[in-house]
């Protein structure tokens, strides 16, 4: 299994904006699906963004469209999550997640998960 490792929460004010990184633990030579996720206290994880490692195609899920970018460093085996324009809801745990097809809405394809790096928003 890959192993990820997930960096770069914080607290942060509304309006800031916040750069997550997490570091996957091997070479990704296929086109491979690395993604993130989030968990806001009482409620469901849900599909934040994802990236397919060798075409590059994006998705996000709509409350962060316009706002959040995905992108994969590929030299240093990295994908990154730059988050602007942060509204008080995007406070939650944040978890990189990685497996051969992307959802951002059915979690269970996901096959690798990290331990997550809390990002919290405030007024």
């Known amino acids: 299994r890959v192993q990820l490792v997930e960096s770069g929460g914080g607290t942060v004010q509304a309006g800031g904006s916040l750069r997550l990184s997490c570091v996957h633990s091997?070479?990704?030579?296929?086109?491979?699906?690395l993604a993130w996720y989030r968990q806001a206290s009482g409620k469901a994880r849900e599909g934040v963004a994802s990236i397919y490692t060798t075409d590059g195609t994006t998705r996000y899920a709509d409350p962060v469209k316009g706002r959040f970018t995905i992108s994969h460093d590929n030299a240093k085996n990295t994908v990154y999550l730059q988050m602007n324009s942060l509204q008080l809801d995007d406070t939650a745990m944040y978890y990189c997640a990685s497996g051969l097809v992307c959802s951002l809405v059915l979690e269970s394809v996901m096959q690798s998960w990290g331990n997550g790096t809390q990002v919290t928003v405030s007024s």
């Open positions: 091997e070479d990704i030579y296929s086109n491979y699906c």
